[in-house]
């Protein structure tokens, strides 16, 4: 394995650059972009064509192939959803498991079983849930895992409930990862394919203020705050997420160089100060305006 090119602000704090994986395929990509660990391994390479879940075998070679390439670092895999997608508003993530643990359990013995065969070069396995609203899922979701070997459990903040409930829910969960896309489109009832996109704007006030509850949280539980989705891969937003408490970023591959680059560019304090910036604006659009000439001055 290449060494990774480890993030840091420009006062030398570190930021942890985590990869965002649709496919194992797309390990050796990851490491050769320089790539600390995998920050989520989507779920969709493990779900056959008809929406069933792919056999605990072929998911677990999927599995090892990512582990073997990041030994003695932190690989993260996004729970299968066997939910009801028709709709805004479908019984999924944690909620569907719930109804099919079936699913969960077979995910977690891959998981675990590719887990012990890379045992030679450890790695901080983990799985991460959506749709959680109160502690007592993630207190499940944390059970569930553990109990088939997979130590560390979190949930992907998706949803304005569980920014709000960050606290609780981050007293059970192992972590948290703030997916900014979705909680901008329900924070402010936008979807692009429904003819609001303008509205979906990772720079969003309101959505800022939500992501800033879960890095207060998580700063307060000594647990990290990882963050995903647009808000992530936008050089400067990634700055702004920073300073409200996030201490990992989740890139698809490709964007990794550019944020690492953008971040040695600022200090902590630097950070804190848009993020302020931010949160106090007026709109999406008056927020970004105020940081970036926070920038330029």
Known sequence: MNSPLRGRLADGQPVSLLAELVDPAE??????????????LRSWFAVQPDGAPRSVADQQ?????????????????????????QGPFGVRGVRALQARPDVLSAQ?????S??????ASPVDVGIVVATVTEADEATWFLDEARYTGVATAGVLVDLPAAAVLAGPILRAASFATIDTDGLTRYAVGADGAAGTGRWADPWQPSSLR???LVGASGSLAGKEISARGAGAVDPLLAC??????VTALVLPVDRLAAVRTELARHSFADCLRYAELATRAASADDARRRVRSAVDH
């Open 240 to 245: 702004v997420l920073i300073g409200l408490g």
């Open 27 to 40: 390990t050796e990509s990851a490491v050769a972009a320089g790539a600390e660990g995998v920050g989520l």
């Open 61 to 85: 070679t999927g599995y090892r192939r990512v582990l073997d390439a990041f030994p003695g670092a932190r690989v993260t895999v996004e729970a299968l959803d066997p939910g009801d997608r």
């Open 210 to 212: 939500l992501a800033e």
């Open 114 to 119: 590719a887990s012990r065969e890379a045992g």
């Open 108 to 112: 977690l013995d891959a998981l675990a």
